[in-house]
């Protein structure tokens, strides 16, 4: 038997569970993560955080990331915001801000006084190369400041136009008309697991409302489709800016809430809750018998 303390929270319906590696031994797998974050026999998540002990000198934790199929990934916006929320509500430390040790370096987290998360979420790329995608013999166009690639689909009769960002996990961003009716679910597959991306991508579906306001869904890489999506809210922002369609800030709302970003070039933050739901045990080798 091997009991773990949990805490379910959420950030805009994008929901996680928590846990603390500090105060207990963790050993996570991906057998244990789909275990946990299994809607029916599990706790049910789209993610699960652990903080942990950092290894680089000048992070004050270790913040990582496991899909709900058992994939740990580089970042996770949303989660950011959980992850500093825990960190303070449990008495793990009281700096604020806190500095983060994710795959791909530190983030800066700050927690306001009206109950909202700064995430100062790094630099943006661009390059194909920095989303893993290969380009050969496809076609694209300059929009703005960005190059919008054409990717071909079996479901579409004609090529998807997506836009390319790297905020330490990979974003395939396009524009539809309308996004009650655009085709997440049948595209969002195809684009996540397109042979052309050779670690999987997080398919971005973004309607523009107005120059600062735009609407948002996001089929995640190994989650399928999430209320919310922080990165992938950071990467329609940036992405419509640089297509000259938005200008900075830009209030993102998603079906589980609503995300500010404010593209510093270089630097991204994004503002929004974090919401504790409640705290539990786990004997988490009960619970890998279902998986």
């Known amino acids: 038997m091997t009991i773990w303390t949990f805490t379910k929270m959420h950030g805009a319906g994008n929901d996680f569970i928590v846990l603390d590696g500090i105060r207990q031994p963790i050993e996570m797998t991906p057998q244990r993560a789909r275990a946990l974050a299994d809607r029916h026999f599990g ?3 789209d993610q ?22 058992g994939s740990e990934v580089e970042h996770c916006g949303n ?15 009281k700096r604020n801000p806190l500095k ?9 987290l700050t927690e306001t006084d009206n109950g909202e ?12 190369a920095d989303v893993h ?15 919008v690639w054409q990717l071909p689909l079996t479901a579409c009769a004609s090529p998807v136009r997506i836009s390319l960002v790297a905020i330490s996990n990979p974003h395939a961003v396009q524009v539809v008309e ?9 595209l969002g597959p195809l684009i996540e697991s397109h042979p052309r991306f050779a670690q999987r991508v997080n398919a971005g579906f973004m309607e523009v409302v107005d120059r600062h306001t735009i ?5 995640e890489r190994g989650a399928g489709e999430t209320l919310s999506c922080g990165t992938g809210a950071c990467a329609a922002a940036v992405a419509g800016i640089r297509r000259g369609l938005l200008d900075n800030p830009v209030t993102v709302h998603t079906r589980g809430g609503t995300l500010t970003i404010n593209w510093a070039n270089p630097d991204l933050y994004m503002t929004g809750p974090a919401t504790t739901v409640f705290t539990g045990r786990v004997d988490i080798d009960k619970l890998t018998q279902h998986d």
Do not use: W
Not at 100 to 108: N, P, S
């Open 215 to 219: 609407k948002l869904r996001v089929y």
């Open 178 to 186: 309308n996004i009650t009716t655009a085709p997440v679910a049948e």
């Open 100 to 108: 983060a040790e994710i795959q791909t370096g530190l983030i800066v």
């Open 48 to 69: 699960i955080l652990l903080v942990d002990t950092p290894s680089h000198p000048e992070a004050d934790f270790r913040y990582r990331v496991f899909n709900s199929d």
């Open 133 to 147: 995608f290969d380009t050969s013999a496809l076609s694209n166009e300059t929009q703005g400041e960005d190059t």
């Open 117 to 128: 998360v700064i995430v100062n979420m790094g630099q943006t790329r661009f390059s194909p």
């Open 43 to 45: 706790i049910g998540a």
């Open 79 to 93: 989660g950011a915001r959980c992850f500093v929320r825990f960190i303070h509500e449990q008495g793990l430390s």
